[in-house]
Structures are given as structure tokens and as C-alpha cells.
């Protein structure tokens, strides 16, 4: 039986039985089977599914599972790729389960937008989806400066060859910060420092934290390494996490590395990667 193997042993069952009996009975527990191959499929530990059980809302099983169900097929509608809607259900699939939300082509048209938009604005704030419900009035929608921001930033990512709805332009976009008319400035001045825009791009997927620094702080710590401690461009290129570190303390491990080597501690071969982050 699932739900014993679920569960794990007769006391787990019998709680759930006392304090939840439709969890069992409703449907003969057909709904509750349900609800359990839906959650473990989307990676939920069977730990976790029985901790659920045991503190299921006052809903019907049946209601929870058609509404959640309601809700995956709203989020496949509007084309999210399928790592986020694994991530979103996993996440929110508790509340998921009580909201009764309209069907994707009713919301659309309410909020006079696309797929593409609405995915946005989930994508944005997931808590919409509960403005999205069957009694809820949905009114046209106006863009925010919020999804003009998160527009824009899409905008960029994907003209420097960033994968719409993929995880690293959503890694990016979570760490971004400020003005998105800021980042092309800043990844121009990687290129008119002396990196090829295709190396510019790689560095920005391996570590999107850098757009968040000013062209001045980008110039100055670039500066630093070719300028004042010799080191190629290359450098910059093959570990790009350096520049978020300031320029004291990259001077500061560069020196204890010389040091290091001529006291013949360390190898005078070390990657710059290793100069950084570990001397």
C-alpha cells in the first residue's frame, strides 16, 4: 500500500487516520494515492508527504488534488519551462492546493497579455496566481516598473546569447541589481577592456554578480591586474569571480603568493583562480 509506504510504519497511519479519516475514506483513498504520486514525482521525500498528511488543511482531498492539478496545467500553459514549475510546485504545492485558479485562456483574456507575459509575471510574483481565482475580478493589466525591469533584463541577457527561460538568465536575473539600462555599459566595458564578446558572455553566465559593480569599479579592478600586477587578460577571462573581490585584497594575496614563492612554499606556476581565492 502507498500510503503504508509513505508513512513508514502502523503509528504514522493511525495519527493520520484520527486526525484526517478523509484522507482514507474519501474516494477510498483513491484522491489521497493521487495527491502522492503527484507530490513524489515532483521530488517531494516521502518524509515530507507524510509530515503533510499529518497537517493536511480542512479541504477535500479531491478539491486539493483538482486544484493543484489546475494550477500545473495553468503553469505548462503558459509555456514555463519545466525545472521552474518543479521548483515553484515543490515550493508552494501547500497553498497551490487551495486555490481554485481560472483556466490559462479566461486569464489571458482578462488581462489582455500572451503566454509569454504571463509566464513573466508568475515568474516575477507567484503570489498573482492567487489573484487569478474563480471568484476574483481580473482586471486588464498595466505593466509595473518591477516587469518592465525583469523585461528589460531578459532583453539583455538573451542579445549576449542567454537562453530564455533557462537556468542561468534565471540565476542572473535574481542576482541583478539597479538600472537594467546599466548592463550593457558594463558588459561593453569588459569588451573595451579586451575580451571577445563570446568571453564576455561566458564570464557573465559563470558569475552574474559581476554587472551589479559601476564601469568605474569594473575599469579600475581589470586595471589593477594588467596594469600594476603584469597579469594577461586571460586572467580576467578565466576566472572572472575575481572582480568581486576589491582591489586591496587582490593586491594582498598577490603579494603573499610572491612571497610564498620565494620562500619556495608554493609553486610559481599557480592558476589565478588559486592565487585569489586560496593564498
Known amino acids: 500500500m ?3 509506504d509513505v508513512c513508514g510504519n502502523d503509528e504514522e497511519i493511525r495519527k493520520l487516520v484520527d486526525r484526517c479519516p478523509g484522507i482514507l475514506f474519501d474516494h477510498s483513498g483513491r484522491s489521497t494515492l493521487s495527491l502522492m504520486g503527484f507530490l513524489l514525482k515532483f521530488g517531494l521525500s516521502k518524509t515530507y508527504i507524510c509530515s503533510f498528511l499529518l497537517r493536511f488543511p480542512q479541504v477535500k482531498v479531491e478539491k486539493f488534488v483538482w486544484n493543484l492539478r489546475r494550477v500545473f496545467e495553468l503553469l505548462s500553459v503558459i509555456e514555463m ?3 521552474s514549475i518543479g521548483r515553484l510546485v515543490r515550493e508552494h504545492f501547500s497553498w497551490m492546493g487551495m486555490c481554485t485558479v481560472k483556466r490559462a485562456n479566461g486569464i489571458r483574456s ?3 497579455t500572451g503566454k509569454k507575459y504571463m509566464c513573466q509575471i ?3 510574483n507567484l503570489m498573482k496566481l492567487k489573484n487569478w481565482t474563480l ?5 486588464r493589466l498595466t505593466q509595473t516598473s518591477e516587469m518592465r525591469s525583469r523585461r528589460d533584463k531578459i532583453k539583455f541577457l538573451t542579445s549576449i546569447g542567454f537562453t530564455e527561460n533557462s537556468k542561468e538568465i534565471e540565476k542572473a536575473l535574481t542576482v541583478f541589481r539597479g538600472n537594467p539600462d546599466e548592463l550593457p555599459q558594463r558588459f561593453n566595458c569588459l569588451v573595451k577592456a579586451g575580451l571577445y564578446e563570446n568571453d564576455v558572455s561566458r564570464m557573465i553566465k559563470a558569475a552574474p554578480h559581476i554587472l551589479n559593480q559601476s564601469v568605474e569599479a569594473l575599469e579600475a579592478k581589470i586595471s589593477v591586474v594588467v596594469n600594476e600586477l603584469g597579469y594577461p587578460m586571460s586572467s580576467v577571462k578565466s576566472f572572472p ?5 576589491t582591489t ?3 593586491k594582498l594575496r598577490c603579494a603573499m603568493y610572491r612571497w610564498l614563492v620565494d620562500q619556495k612554499a608554493v ?13
Open 2 to 4: 502507498m500510503l503504508h
Open 81 to 83: 519551462d519545466a525545472t
Open 110 to 112: 482578462s488581462l489582455g
Open 122 to 124: 508568475v515568474m516575477a
Open 135 to 139: 471568484r476574483a475580478k481580473i482586471g
Open 241 to 245: 569571480g575575481f572582480l568581486l573581490y
Open 248 to 250: 586591496d585584497r587582490v
Open 267 to 279: 609553486r610559481s606556476t599557480l592558476s589565478w583562480s588559486t592565487i585569489i581565492q586560496r593564498t
